[in-house]
């Protein structure tokens, strides 16, 4: 009998590691390629080569508990407009738009994405875990980034992990 609870034990102890590993592993964007230099540097050429200066954007950004979302209007390669707004959990939906400041609103253009990524990657001060970048099929901008949690110690810090979809592209 003493060696069935020892057994139980052991597999339950087993049971438990294995979960945590796949826990800590598992990894919802997957899919998404994981970004290097390269890939940074030629979808970067692709958007300029495309001649895109006239645009509006919807992007979200989702991190820790918060979500947001910003409007941009881009004209003559320049932010026009930008706005944005909270997610209300009591609403269940955005909150009221608000205008925001050139510089909040620079870093949703689509050459303010490919900024911020390519600070990310060079950024050793506050190391990722992992950055992906998705381009989307029909222009070629960023769809989804993903800059996974910051790394402190060689740990992962949760809640640092920063997911940002281009929801909505129109060329102008």
């Known amino acids: 009998m003493k060696n069935l609870y020892a057994a139980l034990i052991v597999l339950g102890l087993l049971a438990g590691m294995a979960g945590v590993y796949v826990i800590r592993n598992w990894d919802p964007y997957r899919d998404i390629p994981q970004l290097t ?4 540097n030629e979808s970067e050429a692709n958007w300029y080569a495309a001649g895109i200066l006239d645009y509006d954007a919807r992007i979200t950004v989702a991190f820790s508990s918060e ?3 910003y409007e941009v209007s881009v004209r003559g390669g320049a932010l026009s407009e930008a706005r944005s707004a909270g997610w209300d959990d009591a609403l269940g939906d955005w909150g009221p738009a608000s205008p925001v400041s050139a510089e909040e609103g620079g870093f949703f253009t689509i050459p303010g994405l490919f900024a911020t990524l390519r600070s990310a990657l060079f950024n050793d001060a506050v190391p990722r875990e ?5 381009i989307a099929s029909t222009l070629p901008h960023p769809s989804r980034l993903v800059l996974g949690e910051i790394l402190e110690e060689g740990f992962p810090v949760d ?5 940002i979809e281009v929801l909505e592209f129109e060329r102008r």
């Open 159 to 163: 809640g640092t992990e920063v997911l």
């Open 37 to 40: 230099l390269a890939r940074l």
């Open 67 to 69: 979500r947001r979302q």
């Open 130 to 134: 992992v950055l992906r970048m998705e």
